[in-house]
Structures are given as structure tokens and as C-alpha cells.
T-cell receptor
């Protein structure tokens, strides 16, 4: 298995809803990432997990809550989002070793009403 | 603070022409540079990764060069095809960047006309 999968593909939620995004990889990668991408902009890093521990939080609002329950799974819990949080949310993973590429999932298209 | 720029922001060429995409970065002390392709509404696909000690990488019709001293990388795509239409992003990693953090350029949107 050489891919990163993300579910759901699309998500529409209201500002009072609680939802979660899921990311999974079975390549043995020990670093996993959440990115946010607005239309026609590059991805912006949100969080990095290294060996299941949060190593980077790019000053992301607390309405986004990441979780890494095991080495293959990464979740992003969403609560009380704003319409401006609508974006493509991308998950990526990379193997141990600083010189290696990041492998991206297909993304979840999130719309906040 | 590292800044990565890609010019032009958009490019349109007839099928068969060679594509030349530019990426520049302000801090030459990079660990590596990566080129990605992104189709509309999709994730990123890694095309080529160039380590700081390398000058170029090749894969099929793709060739990427790296000149650290001038802070530039160029992606060449030979004999372009309509299927090459996509956004191309470059990203750099700094030495010691925690968690393998990448700094992305704004991307070049490419349209190859049949």
C-alpha cells in the first residue's frame, strides 16, 4: 500500500457542528501532517506529528484539534468553525529521515455554512 | 525567513512545446527542494526531489535543476502534452526544520493546448 487516504472527500458543516477528518497511511511513515489550502494558494502547514507526538502547531485556532491515535492514523477534529475555514484540507506523511519526500492524500473539501 | 516565489503564476503553451517553470528562494541554506504537481481540487503528487548536494534530477520527460548559490530551481518538461495541464508547486526544506516543514511557492498554473 503506497498511498495516503483521506475521508470524507467532501464535507459540509454548520458553524455549530462537530465533525472529524480522517487520514490513514500504511507505509510505515512516522511523520504525518495536516495542511490547509485555499483556492489558488499554496498549502499552509497546520500541524506535524512525529512518532505520534505533536511536534509543530503553526498557531492554529483551537477550533481545530489534531489527534494521532497510532502510527497509521491522523484525525482532525473540527468544532465551531467559521465560513473562512472553508478550504481543501490535505494530509501528508513522510518516512523517517530528513531527506525524504512527503506523500499527500487527495484532500477533504470542507465547506462551512 | 525563507520566501519561495514562482514566476509566472500562469503559463499557456501549445502541445509539443517544452515547458520551463521557475522557482526562486531567498535563503540558499536549504536542505532539499521538491517539485509537486496538483490537479484542480486534488492532492499533491511529488515529481522530483533534489537534495542540496545535487544539481539536477531527471524522471522521464521531467528534469529539475538546482542552483543553491543563486537561489533558483527550474523544472523542464519536454514535449508538453495536454495531460501536463496542472498547477506545479515547488517547496524547500531548511536544515534543522522541525518535523520536515516545507515552504511552498505560490505555484504556476500550466495549460497545454491541443
Amino acid at each position: 500500500d503506497t498511498e495516503v487516504t483521506q475521508t470524507p472527500k467532501h464535507l459540509v458543516m454548520g458553524m455549530t457542528n462537530k465533525k472529524s477528518l480522517k487520514c490513514e497511511q500504511h507505509m510505515g511513515h512516522r511523520a504525518m501532517y495536516w495542511y490547509k489550502q485555499k483556492a489558488k494558494k499554496p498549502p499552509e502547514l497546520m500541524f506535524v506529528y512525529s512518532y505520534e507526538k505533536l511536534s509543530i502547531n503553526e498557531s492554529v485556532p483551537s477550533r481545530f484539534s489534531p489527534e494521532c491515535p497510532n502510527s497509521s492514523l491522523l484525525n482532525l477534529h473540527l468544532h465551531a468553525l467559521q465560513p473562512e475555514d472553508s478550504a481543501l484540507y490535505l494530509c501528508a506523511s513522510s518516512p523517517p529521515g530528513s531527506g525524504d519526500t512527503q506523500y499527500f492524500g487527495p484532500g477533504t473539501r470542507l465547506t462551512v455554512l | 525567513k525563507q520566501e519561495v516565489t514562482q514566476i509566472p503564476a500562469a503559463l499557456s503553451v501549445p502541445e509539443g512545446e517544452n515547458l520551463v517553470l521557475n522557482c526562486s528562494f531567498t535563503d540558499s541554506a536549504i536542505y532539499n527542494l521538491q517539485w509537486f504537481r496538483q490537479d484542480p481540487g486534488k492532492g499533491l503528487t511529488s515529481l522530483l526531489l533534489i537534495q542540496s548536494s545535487q544539481r539536477e534530477q531527471t524522471s522521464g520527460r521531467l528534469n529539475a535543476s538546482l542552483d543553491k548559490s543563486s537561489g533558483r530551481s527550474t523544472l523542464y518538461i519536454a514535449a508538453s502534452q495536454p495531460g501536463d495541464s496542472a498547477t506545479y508547486l515547488c517547496a524547500v526544506r531548511q536544515p534543522g526544520a522541525a518535523g520536515n516543514k516545507l515552504t511552498f511557492g505560490g505555484g504556476t498554473r500550466v495549460l497545454v493546448k491541443p
